[in-house]
């Protein structure tokens, strides 16, 4: 492996020590000024006459004035001097403040940059299992549908076949659907098909999608949600990372008579602040996931109100616990179908 290069330090901006300098050209120049000023103001006033300047009449204010005229220059140097030394200090503070803005953002870059680079691989990952887990139940159907086909065609090809034979097969009645041939879905399955598959190992999850998909009713279902789980996971937002409270079966099974509103709030039990602003932006600006959500949610709607019938309290309470069922809680609070 190529050894990891350490980055460029970045500079600290108004974070730096600044070093001071106490004489800078500034006020070399401005030295040199008042220096070459008075001692010409020096050289002039010895050459000039300045005999009974105090005794005459006006003396003293022409003596001020004199002073004026050699210290008020001087004093104008070292003002535009100061000045201009201020000006040079607030330069420095600007490029210092800039310097620590570009340091912000670049730890702000890298930081985005390493998050996502630390989340990409999962995100693949589970969208990878997720079709995966899809190919291989259409495959299942593909086989069951073709052999079921010709064991049909097979059947009408030999009308005459020996009348014990068909005294011994199931007599259907015209008009029999392949789905009405198929034995009824088990509980247990259908739970664990809403859960969907934990890995690409979980034989038993697999098992029970692929006949949880031969059911017409719930394969609509599957399908609805695994669409809004794929596209929630474009935002970052799991199922498995999600914790809702946990609702009893009785307030389930009022939901599954018809109760809305307040009396059921409880059951939209996600909490987590991110993921329901997250959820809640993408239903107000994308069509698509908007309407991905309302189509599950009216499927496990009324999914939820046939299985309640002949559900236990405990079979309810593993319902409620699958990947399917929070993301019902979740769109369900956020679409406002617990208020």
Do not use: C
Not at 35 to 48: D, E, S
Not at 99 to 116: F, G, L, S
Not at 296 to 307: A, C, G, I
């Amino acid at each position: 492996m190529p050894e990891r290069k350490d980055p460029p330090a970045t500079p600290l901006g108004i974070y730096d020590k600044t070093t001071k300098e106490r004489i800078t050209g500034i006020e070399v120049i401005a030295l040199a000024l008042s220096a070459v000023w008075l001692l010409g103001a020096v050289v002039f006033f010895t050459l000039m006459d300045t005999d009974g300047t105090a005794s005459e009449p006006g003396g003293v204010l022409r003596f001020i004035m004199i002073m004026l005229a050699i210290f008020m220059p001087v004093a104008m140097i070292w003002v535009a001097a100061t000045t201009a030394r201020a000006s040079k200090v607030m330069r420095e503070e600007s490029q210092r403040l800039q310097a620590a803005i570009d340091a912000i953002r670049q730890a702000y870059v890298a930081q985005n940059q390493t998050r996502h680079t630390m989340t990409e691989p999962t995100v693949t990952q589970k969208l990878e299992e997720i079709a995966a887990a899809q190919r291989k139940a259409e495959t299942a159907l593909a086989m069951f549908s073709s052999t079921r086909h010709a064991e049909l065609a097979q059947a009408a090809a030999q009308p005459s076949a020996d009348p014990q034979v068909i005294d011994d097969q199931v007599a259907l009645p015209l008009g029999t659907t392949a789905d009405e041939m198929l034995p009824p879905l088990g509980k247990s399955d259908f739970i664990r098909a809403l859960h969907f598959p934990e890995t690409t190992d979980d034989r038993e999850g697999f098992a029970a999608l692929r006949k949880a998909l031969k059911d017409r009713k719930t394969a609509q279902l599957i399908q609805a949600a695994q669409d809004v789980l794929t596209l929630m996971s474009h935002d970052g937002i799991y199922m498995d990372d999600l914790t809702p409270d946990m609702a009893r079966p009785e307030l389930w099974r009022r939901f599954a008579s018809g109760e809305r509103g307040r009396a059921v709030a409880a059951l939209g039990g996600v909490r987590d602040r991110s993921s329901l602003a997250l959820t809640a932006a993408r239903m107000k600006q994308d069509p698509i996931f908007r309407d991905a959500a309302h189509h599950f949610l009216r499927l496990y709607d009324r999914m939820f109100t046939q299985f309640a019938q002949t559900a236990t309290d405990a079979e309810i309470s593993q319902i409620s616990d699958t990947r399917t069922a929070r993301a019902f809680m979740l769109l369900g609070r956020v679409a406002g179908t617990f208020d």
